[in-house]
């Protein structure tokens, strides 16, 4: 009963999602404006639908309803409530009904939010929208079907995903990332839209600025927890591989990354039209291509879903998602030239157009790195693999250029910048730079890349700081305000710019921790007898006991253990086991990790003799990585203060009426 | 030059489109197996019921051997059928036997009970001796051997209906396709 409901719902779903299609297109091409209501509702009422679809889903998952293969597959009697609702995205079929969920939850908001506004682009938003659900109710329905029933059903199911199970990071990690991935479909769509009618101001720029931060923020977080789990469960010491898996989601980050940048361009100052566009249909495709990487089995991961028959779908989607709205672009391509004012060398215009030339080039070199062993294949059927050491040799510099151009960018002036500005700007930041540098030496620090990025982010943070004085003091003599005063309301009156160095900061401190953590960890792999004690760094690990028993909570699942101290710059005990689970070939890691602000002490169990006791141990030192997840807290937070709603519209006005002369009086200096 | 900007298009998109299309059709783990055309391993096993099974006792007669694992989802589920189906077509012109890829008796007859067990053997290949010799990487993976006793295919992973016709066709005598 509950899954036909949940069949009923993902049908009725792919019928209201075809009908509003066709509303909104009516609508779009002079229609009765009130196709574009009825568009708007068959969204919403698809959105219900599928929200019925998951509701039917978490049930089954709950009553172990073995009748549903998806059920079948993913649970089993003995599994936790928790672990069963969140085994709605563990699989292909449950994941793209998830999706769904999300997509077109971002459609129902957005067509809600702008029902009485931009009635010109919003058939066409809505068409776009709809059309990209559709493909995903069609999956639903076709190939991918979440409520496909097996007969007779089966006592008792194959249990949740192992890895799913191990850590609770599963219960966030996949809802942040997705809402990332759908919730770019709306700046597509904007940009679309904004093709379709020839509306290419800057009006959809305008609008989608808070709903690409938004997702954006969604993705950033999706991908910090990804490492962080990747980190803690995986057991290798690391958080981060250039596994397709992890390309999928930063590709799609990367152009949106530059799409917040080039959009400023465009906006303000009328440039990168042609760019902008591209990189919203970029944007999008990415989030497709990646999610058929993951999907099809199409190249090697260590956690990509199994082969299915989805791939052909996902395919033609891709052909289709870009060639639509390129041939749109194309079209519309004489429009789209020119309508910029001249920029000089250095400006800040540049320092946008080098940011986003080195965004697409790190777009580019991790797509090829990750397509390379198809594109081998493809020509001389051998199977090959892409390591970390090319994605790191080929990303890094790019990488580090960016950092440098974080600092230049945001202290140039529009247009034109003057040497003697120049000048100015950059005396007090290279002094500091070198002065970082030089202390860190004398501290020790004698590796090359962690002083480098040190330097560098030292050079950026300057920047910023002297800039926020500098505005702050002005306006603290200028108003005759204190200065703590001065800064709040200079930041908050200007959200998107000082929430934009937010962020900044935080991708300084990830910078920082990821070349200090990269650089400067240590490893090295024990076997202990119980009572041996072993070195790493300035620790030294104690083996007290080896226990092989069955977790409490779920007797199918062994779990051998070396119970360790450890004492050095903290003290203490902790506990790294292996848990073999009764449906995973191999066993999943539990790794130690004793995280301080400093450093992390990183223990994985490799091997372990039941008859002595003794057991193999991978030890790790990692110094600051905790600071990497506390860097994306702060992107998240910047990222959050900038799009923060204006508590009046007064204040809108206020800010349009003081950024003029603000920026006057730099270009000025 | 206005109307090249039409190309664009297809040039952007159909080489995207093939390359994701040419990764159908293979597998990015799979290796060629360097046991194809040479004699088939040897082993002594016990099956899921108890008995000595030996690989001479096959001998004169084409047989499968499939390694699978009731952890193996879905991919091990979904050809399951496809193998019933030969045994019961090819009766004793063919000869199927499973062998347990790191899976313990119970889970795997649990995983028998569910789809309907085919009524060929299992192996109990306990120490994965028998999955070293044949180089098995993962589960599924099923090998094809004539009656010679010479392993003449491989596929790797889940077989389907027209993989499993093909891999046949090189090991059963024309008289029984």
Same mark, same amino acid.
């Given at each position: 009963?509950?899954?036909?409901?949940?069949?009923?719902?993902?049908?009725?779903?792919?019928?209201?999602?075809?009908?509003?299609?066709?509303?909104?297109?009516?609508?779009?091409?002079?229609?009765?404006?009130?196709?574009?209501?009825?568009?708007?509702?068959?969204?919403?009422?698809?959105?219900?639908?599928?929200?019925?679809?998951?509701?039917?889903?978490?049930?089954?998952?709950?009553?172990?309803?073995?009748?549903?293969?998806?059920?079948?597959?993913?649970?089993?009697? *003995?599994? %936790?409530?928790?672990?069963? =609702?969140?085994?709605?995205? @563990? &699989?292909? #079929? !449950?994941?793209?009904?998830?999706?769904? +969920?999300?997509?077109?939850?971002?459609?129902?908001?957005?067509?809600?939010?702008?029902?009485?506004?931009?009635?010109?682009?919003?058939?066409?938003?809505?068409?776009?929208?709809?059309?990209?659900?559709?493909?995903?109710?069609?999956?639903? *329905?076709? %190939?991918?079907?979440?409520? =496909?029933?097996?007969?007779? @059903? &089966?006592? #008792? !199911?194959?249990?949740?995903?192992?890895? +799913?199970?191990?850590?609770?990071?599963?219960?966030?990690?996949?809802?942040?990332?997705?809402?990332?991935?759908?919730?770019?479909?709306?700046?597509?769509?904007?940009?679309?839209?904004?093709?379709?009618?020839?509306?290419?101001?800057?009006?959809?720029?305008?609008?989608?600025?808070?709903?690409?931060?938004?997702?954006?923020?969604?993705?950033?977080?999706?991908?910090?927890?990804?490492?962080?789990?990747?980190?803690?469960?995986?057991?290798?010491?690391?958080?981060?591989?250039?596994?397709?898996?992890?390309?999928?989601?930063?590709?799609?980050?990367?152009?949106?990354?530059?799409?917040?940048?080039?959009?400023?361009?465009?906006?303000?100052?009328?440039?990168?039209?042609?760019?902008?566009?591209?990189?919203?249909?970029?944007?999008?495709?990415?989030?497709?291509?990646?999610?058929?990487?993951?999907?099809?089995?199409?190249?090697?991961?260590?956690?990509?879903?199994?082969?299915?028959?989805?791939?052909?779908?996902?395919?033609?989607?891709?052909?289709?998602?870009?060639?639509?709205?390129?041939?749109?672009?194309?079209?519309?391509?004489?429009?789209?030239?020119?309508?910029?004012?001249?920029?000089?060398?250095?400006?800040?215009?540049?320092?946008?157009?080098?940011?986003?030339?080195?965004?697409?080039?790190?777009?580019?070199?991790?797509?090829?790195?990750?397509?390379?062993?198809?594109?081998?294949?493809?020509?001389?059927?051998?199977?090959?693999?892409?390591?970390?050491?090319?994605?790191?040799?080929?990303?890094?510099?790019?990488?580090?250029?960016?950092?440098?151009?974080?600092?230049?960018?945001?202290?140039?002036?529009?247009?034109?910048?003057?040497?003697?500005?120049?000048?100015?700007?950059?005396?007090?930041?290279?002094?500091?730079?070198?002065?970082?540098?030089?202390?860190?030496?004398?501290?020790?620090?004698?590796?090359?890349?962690?002083?480098?990025?040190?330097?560098?982010?030292?050079?950026?943070?300057?920047?910023?700081?002297?800039?926020?004085?500098?505005?702050?003091?002005?306006?603290?003599?200028?108003?005759?305000?204190?200065?703590?005063?001065?800064?709040?309301?200079?930041?908050?009156?200007?959200?998107?710019?000082?929430?934009?160095?937010?962020?900044?900061?935080?991708?300084?401190?990830?910078?920082?921790?990821?070349?200090?953590?990269?650089?400067?960890?240590?490893?090295?792999?024990?076997?202990?007898?119980?009572?041996?004690?072993?070195?790493?760094?300035?620790?030294?690990?104690?083996?007290?006991?080896?226990?092989?028993?069955?977790?409490?909570?779920?007797?199918?699942?062994?779990?051998?253990?070396?119970?360790?101290?450890?004492?050095?710059?903290?003290?203490?005990?902790?506990?790294?086991?292996?848990?073999?689970?009764?449906?995973?070939?191999?066993?999943?890691?539990?790794?130690?990790?004793?995280?301080?602000?400093?450093?992390?002490?990183?223990?994985?169990?490799?091997?372990?003799?039941?008859?002595?006791?003794?057991?193999?141990?991978?030890?790790?030192?990692?110094?600051?990585?905790?600071?990497?997840?506390?860097?994306?807290?702060?992107?998240?937070?910047?990222?959050?203060?900038?799009?923060?709603?204006?508590?009046?519209?007064?204040?809108?006005?206020?800010?349009?009426?003081?950024?003029?002369?603000?920026?006057?009086?730099?270009?000025?200096? | 030059?206005?109307?090249?900007?039409?190309?664009?298009?297809?040039?952007?998109?159909?080489?995207?489109?093939?390359?994701?299309?040419?990764?159908?059709?293979?597998?990015?783990?799979?290796?060629?197996?360097?046991?194809?055309?040479?004699?088939?391993?040897?082993?002594?096993?016990?099956?899921?019921?108890?008995?000595?099974?030996?690989?001479?006792?096959?001998?004169?007669?084409?047989?499968?051997?499939?390694?699978?694992?009731?952890?193996?989802?879905?991919?091990?589920?979904?050809?399951?059928?496809?193998?019933?189906?030969?045994?019961?077509?090819?009766?004793?012109?063919?000869?199927?036997?499973?062998?347990?890829?790191?899976?313990?008796?119970?889970?795997?007859?649990?995983?028998?009970?569910?789809?309907?067990?085919?009524?060929?053997?299992?192996?109990?290949?306990?120490?994965?001796?028998?999955?070293?010799?044949?180089?098995?990487?993962?589960?599924?993976?099923?090998?094809?051997?004539?009656?010679?006793?010479?392993?003449?295919?491989?596929?790797?992973?889940?077989?389907?209906?027209?993989?499993?016709?093909?891999?046949?066709?090189?090991?059963?005598?024309?008289?029984?396709?």
């Amino acid at each position: 009963m509950i899954p036909t409901i949940g069949h009923a719902a993902v049908l009725v779903g792919l019928g209201l999602t075809v009908y509003a299609i066709v509303a909104f297109v009516l609508a779009a091409r002079g229609g009765d404006p009130r196709l574009a209501t009825s568009g708007r509702r068959a969204v919403i009422g698809s959105f219900g639908a599928t929200l019925v679809a998951c509701g039917a889903m978490v049930v089954s998952l709950l009553t172990h309803d073995f009748s549903v293969l998806y059920v079948a597959e993913n649970n089993a009697t *003995t599994t %936790p409530p928790f672990i069963g =609702a969140i085994s709605l995205w @563990a &699989a292909l #079929e !449950g994941s793209i009904l998830f999706w769904a +969920l999300l997509a077109t939850g971002w459609a129902s908001l957005v067509l809600w939010r702008h029902r009485e506004r931009h009635r010109q682009l919003m058939p066409w938003v809505g068409a776009t929208l709809a059309s990209v659900n559709a493909f995903f109710f069609a999956v639903m *329905t076709w %190939p991918g079907n979440p409520f =496909a029933l097996t007969a007779p @059903a &089966a006592a #008792e !199911g194959l249990g949740p995903n192992a890895l +799913l199970q191990n850590h609770p990071f599963m219960a966030l990690h996949p809802p942040l990332l997705y809402l990332g991935y759908t919730g770019l479909a709306v700046p597509f769509a904007f940009g679309v839209a904004a093709l379709a009618t020839r509306r290419l101001d800057t009006e959809w720029l305008r609008i989608v600025r808070r709903w690409t931060l938004v997702p954006w923020i969604f993705l950033t977080l999706g991908i910090t927890a990804g490492a962080w789990w990747s980190y803690e469960v995986l057991g290798w010491g690391g958080y981060w591989a250039w596994d397709p898996v992890e390309n999928a989601a930063l590709l799609p980050w990367l152009t949106a990354t530059a799409f917040v940048h080039s959009a400023m361009v465009a906006e303000r100052r009328g440039g990168l039209r042609i760019w902008t566009s591209a990189l919203v249909i970029a944007t999008f495709v990415l989030t497709l291509v990646g999610t058929f990487l993951t999907r099809s089995g199409v190249v090697a991961s260590v956690h990509s879903f199994t082969q299915s028959a989805i791939g052909p779908w996902f395919l033609a989607a891709i052909a289709i998602g870009l060639a639509a709205p390129l041939t749109v672009l194309v079209w519309r391509l004489p429009e789209l030239i020119g309508g910029s004012r001249p920029a000089g060398a250095v400006s800040r215009e540049s320092a946008f157009l080098f940011n986003n030339i080195l965004f697409l080039g790190l777009t580019f070199a991790v797509l090829f790195g990750t397509l390379l062993p198809l594109i081998v294949g493809l020509t001389s059927g051998d199977t090959i693999s892409v390591g970390a050491p090319w994605f790191n040799g080929i990303t890094v510099p790019i990488f580090v250029a960016l950092l440098f151009l974080m600092g230049v960018g945001p202290a140039l002036p529009w247009g034109a910048a003057r040497w003697s500005t120049v000048r100015e700007r950059f005396t007090v930041p290279l002094v500091v730079s070198a002065a970082v540098a030089v202390i860190a030496f004398g501290l020790g620090l004698r590796a090359a890349g962690p002083l480098g990025t040190l330097a560098l982010a030292a050079f950026v943070a300057a920047v910023m700081a002297d800039e926020v004085v500098r505005g702050a003091r002005g306006r603290a003599r200028s108003r005759d305000e204190d200065p703590l005063t001065a800064t709040w309301r200079m930041t908050t009156r200007n959200r998107r710019r000082y929430g934009g160095y937010t962020v900044h900061v935080g991708v300084l401190v990830m910078a920082v921790a990821v070349s200090i953590s990269s650089g400067l960890a240590v490893d090295a792999t024990v076997t202990v007898a119980p009572g041996e004690t072993a070195r790493i760094g300035a620790y030294e690990i104690r083996h007290e006991r080896l226990v092989i028993e069955p977790l409490a909570d779920d007797a199918r699942v062994t779990e051998t253990r070396a119970e360790i101290s450890y004492s050095g710059p903290q003290s203490g005990s902790l506990r790294t086991a292996v848990r073999d689970y009764p449906n995973s070939p191999a066993g999943i890691a539990t790794p130690a990790v004793r995280t301080s602000l400093g450093e992390d002490l990183y223990v994985t169990l490799l091997a372990a003799d039941p008859d002595s006791g003794a057991v193999t141990l991978h030890l790790f030192v990692n110094p600051l990585v905790v600071w990497i997840w506390l860097g994306g807290a702060v992107v998240g937070i910047g990222s959050a203060f900038a799009i923060w709603p204006e508590p009046r519209p007064r204040h809108v006005m206020v800010e349009q009426a003081q950024a003029a002369p603000a920026t006057a009086s730099v270009e000025r200096a | 030059m206005r109307a090249l900007r039409w190309l664009l298009v297809p040039l952007i998109v159909a080489p995207l489109a093939l390359l994701l299309l040419s990764g159908f059709g293979r597998d990015p783990r799979e290796i060629a197996s360097p046991l194809i055309g040479r004699p088939a391993p040897a082993w002594s096993l016990v099956t899921l019921e108890g008995e000595t099974l030996t690989a001479d006792a096959l001998a004169g007669r084409p047989h499968v051997v499939n390694f699978w694992a009731s952890w193996c989802i879905p991919a091990c589920v979904d050809e399951h059928p496809i193998l019933a189906a030969a045994h019961e077509r090819y009766g004793d012109a063919l000869t199927i036997v499973g062998v347990l890829y790191q899976d313990t008796p119970s889970d795997a007859q649990r995983f028998l009970a569910r789809p309907g067990d085919a009524g060929y053997a299992h192996l109990v290949d306990e120490s994965g001796g028998l999955a070293i010799d044949f180089g098995v990487t993962g589960p599924p993976e099923t090998f094809f051997v004539d009656a010679e006793g010479i392993v003449r295919g491989k596929v790797f992973g889940p077989l389907t209906d027209s993989l499993m016709a093909e891999r046949l066709a090189l090991i059963l005598p024309a008289a029984n396709r």
